[in-house]
């Protein structure tokens, strides 16, 4: 057996498992850093321990080092040594991986990338980042940053992601479609005309990508430009991804995975006009597998130490 550990800003897992996946499954809340590595260290061994131990948790951090380096929804973990705390605790390897580059890695040995040599795994949820499977291996870059295709500007304008104007995380995010769902939504208000979901302007806040979702299934019109125009910035994206890495798959989590019937149309035009049509043609776009079980499956894919 193996064990995976999930650090979040709100719950931790520990899990057990093997190469067939997930065997159980301890879950608690996040808290102080001194108490949450020790409740991690008591599931371990209540798990019964493993012979390797895969740990994920949101950047930055330094996985050759193994440390966590101030993940803004980890308050006071300022370079801890998490894989020496769990080496010298069990006295087996310990592993440290990005939450993206773990998620590629659980896609690429339980979920939608398996059998493949080089595959994409894209975030696509409160964030976009990447993790890349090239040549059969995780590649993380030469100081750990590969993959950060947020911040890579898609228009001189538009809304903001990675702390970058017209990124493509400002146009392809959870936020980044609220923020898009308020400017268009604006836009009518300005007009003197009003949305199902949005009467006037005190209500532009609480405008949120399911929301934006549910109206446009519902048939409204404002709500489903705002997916095709997301839609169409996700194909330019992935189209950069294609012509660069020429990659077998490219697996998209969380909102591409419950919204793909409203963003697939306009991200495959975009493929089509942006793309070059030999690399395009040899690449699979797929929703992830895994689901809501991705996180407890990546931090056990880092277990085995890709």
């Not at 080496?87 to 398996?114: I, Q, S, T």
């Not at 308020?182 to 806040?205: S, V």
């Amino acid at each position: 057996m193996r064990i995976g550990v999930d650090i979040g800003g709100t719950k931790c897992a520990v899990v057990s498992g093997n190469e067939s996946g997930v065997v159980r499954k301890i879950r608690f809340a996040t808290t102080s850093k001194d108490e949450t590595i020790r409740n991690i260290i008591a599931a371990v061994r209540e798990l019964g321990g493993g012979s390797a131990i895969g740990i994920s948790c949101g950047g930055p951090l330094d996985a050759g080092r193994g440390l966590i380096l101030s993940p803004p929804n980890l308050i006071g973990w300022d370079e801890v040594p998490i894989v020496k705390i769990m080496e010298d605790a069990f006295g087996v390897p310990a592993y440290l991986r990005n939450d993206a580059d773990a998620c590629a890695l659980a896609e690429w040995k339980y979920g939608a990338g398996r059998g493949t040599e080089n595959m994409i795994f894209l975030t696509f949820g409160t964030g976009m980042g990447a993790g890349l499977i090239l040549g059969g291996r995780l590649y993380s870059g030469s100081c750990g940053m590969a993959g950060e295709i947020g911040h890579v500007r898609m228009a001189p304008f538009g809304p903001t992601g990675y702390g970058k104007l017209g990124s493509f995380e400002g146009f392809c995010s959870g936020g980044g479609i609220a923020q898009l769902g308020r400017a268009f939504a604006l836009e009518k208000l300005q007009r003197g005309e009003t949305l199902p979901y949005c009467k006037d302007k005190t209500e532009l806040d609480g405008i949120t990508a399911k929301t934006l979702a549910d109206f446009a299934r519902a048939g409204d019109e404002t709500a489903l430009a705002v997916y095709r125009f997301c839609g169409e910035k996700l194909g330019e994206g992935l189209a950069i991804l294609v012509d660069v890495l020429n990659p077998q798959k490219i697996v998209i989590g969380s909102i591409f995975a419950r919204a793909r019937d409203l963003l697939r149309a306009p991200m495959e035009a975009a493929l089509r006009r942006e793309a070059l049509s030999y690399s395009l043609a040899r690449c699979e776009i797929v929703p992830a597998a895994l689901g809501e079980a991705i996180g407890d499956y990546a931090a056990l894919a880092v277990s085995y130490g890709a």
